[in-house]
T-cell receptor, first 113, second 113 residues
Framework: GNSVTQMEGPVTLSEEAFLTINCTYTATGYPSLFWYVQYPGEGLQLLLK?????DKGSNKGFEATYRKETTSFHLEKGSVQVSDSAVYFC????????????FGQGTELSVKP | SQTIHQWPATLVQPVGSPLSLECTVE??????LYWYRQAAGRGLQLLFY??????ISSEVPQNLSASRPQDRQFILSSKKLLLSDSGFYLCASGQGNTHNEQFFGPGTRLTVL
């Protein structure tokens, strides 16, 4: 079936460290891929997306590249800040499925000053 | 952009009591609407989605039901809550297109005792 797998958390980093959160997917057809972020006590908001192979999504210093050959969409940031502390969800949608999101289990990131 | 309202923000209910969570959407028309649940330590699971008034699809068998009495109103209900219904409930709105993001509400934290 269709699914998304993320690296387990929590991930704890010091401020200005490099961040990678791994995400791989299994899907029939060609999915669109998303990273959503959930700050403490809030709902989810879109961080970035990529809709076809080799696309790179970017926002707020975060980047992720749609890798069809490795079925991956890893999230990276060169220098994290305390304000980046949140839970990050990788997700996909499939064509003609009503826009339904299939989420990974989420990765909690904690950035220490 | 869209704004999603959910209430209540938090709710503590005894086992066997009824439930009604409401979601309303501003800034769009004819959206697809979704209810997700986030159980403690787990990812988000799609419970219901709706492509129009009175049209509800259930993704998983469960103790809950959903209704869409108006274009931009989506209600999650239960006649008798179970302990396992505890979680964080998120309402989302989207255009149903594979490439488009979903907009999420702030969520309702439900604790069943």
């Amino acid at each position: 079936g269709n699914s998304v797998t993320q690296m387990e958390g929590p991930v704890t980093l010091s401020e200005e460290a490099f961040l990678t959160i791994n995400c791989t997917y299994t899907a029939t057809g060609y999915p669109s891929l998303f990273w959503y972020v959930q700050y403490p006590g809030e709902g989810l908001q879109l961080l970035l997306k990529a809709t076809k192979a080799d696309d790179k999504g970017s926002n707020k210093g975060f980047e992720a590249t749609y890798r069809k050959e490795t079925t991956s969409f890893h999230l990276e940031k060169g220098s994290v800040q305390v304000s980046d502390s949140a839970v990050y969800f990788c997700a996909l949608t499939l064509y003609n499925q009503g826009g339904k999101l299939i989420f990974g289990q989420g990765t909690e990131l904690s950035v220490k000053p | 952009s869209q704004t999603i309202h959910q209430w209540p923000a938090t709710l503590v209910q005894p086992v066997g009591s009824p439930l009604s969570l409401e979601c309303t959407v501003e800034g769009t028309s004819n959206p697809n609407l979704y209810w997700y649940r986030q159980a403690a330590g787990r990812g988000l699971q799609l419970l219901f989605y709706s492509v129009g008034i009175g049209q509800i699809s259930s993704e998983v068998p469960q103790n809950l039901s959903a209704s869409r009495p108006q274009d931009r109103q989506f209600i999650l209900s239960s006649k008798k809550l179970l302990l396992s219904d505890s979680g964080f409930y998120l309402c989302a709105s989207g255009q149903g297109n594979t490439h488009n993001e979903q907009f999420f509400g702030p969520g309702t934290r439900l604790t069943v005792l």
